[in-house]
């Protein structure tokens, strides 16, 4: 359940804060995310990967939409890239990685200032 909010948080902070800051805002989100709710490291990736990746592919999709393939069609001719949609993908899973070495990294980040506690033999 937590690893559902975590991607509707990121996912809507990044949606909502990208277009009006750098790029790389994506990734201070996604650690800050993490920093503040503890997990996992697979799943503060996991997290991280579908939180940003969707919301990257998405407006990457979109403005391919907008104008009608044209620059990812010169594009795609450029890279010598049959499909232009290979691209979009392509954007998601760059905007996924990212997403997700900068959650795991916020995790890891957290892991160092606090304690462990001792389990008990039995619990």
Same mark, same amino acid.
């Given at each position: 359940?937590?690893?559902?909010?975590?991607?509707?948080?990121?996912?809507?902070?990044?949606? !909502?804060?990208?277009?009006?800051? =750098? @790029?790389?805002?994506?990734?201070?989100?996604?650690? #800050?995310?993490?920093?503040? /709710?503890? &997990?996992?490291?697979?799943?503060?990736?996991?997290?991280? !990967?579908?939180?940003?990746?969707? =919301? @990257?592919?998405?407006?990457?999709?979109?403005?391919? #939409?907008?104008?009608?393939? /044209?620059? &990812?069609?010169?594009?795609?001719?450029?890279?010598?890239?049959?499909?232009?949609?290979?691209? =979009?993908?392509?954007?998601?899973?760059?905007?996924?990685?990212?997403?997700?070495?900068? /959650?795991?990294?916020?995790?890891?980040?957290?892991?160092?200032?606090?304690?462990?506690?001792?389990?008990?033999?039995?619990?």
């Amino acid at each position: 359940m937590k690893l559902i909010i975590r991607i509707i948080v990121m996912g809507a902070l990044t949606y !909502f804060v990208s277009p009006l800051s =750098v @790029w790389w805002s994506a990734m201070v989100i996604a650690f #800050v995310v993490c920093y503040v /709710s503890p &997990s996992s490291g697979l799943n503060a990736f996991v997290a991280g !990967f579908l939180g940003i990746g969707l =919301v @990257w592919m998405g407006h990457a999709w979109n403005l391919d #939409v907008l104008n009608e393939s /044209s620059f &990812s069609n010169i594009v795609a001719d450029i890279m010598q890239v049959n499909e232009s949609v290979l691209l =979009v993908f392509a954007t998601g899973l760059i905007g996924g990685l990212a997403g997700g070495f900068a /959650s795991l990294t916020g995790t890891t980040f957290r892991q160092l200032f606090v304690k462990n506690k001792k389990r008990s033999l039995y619990s």
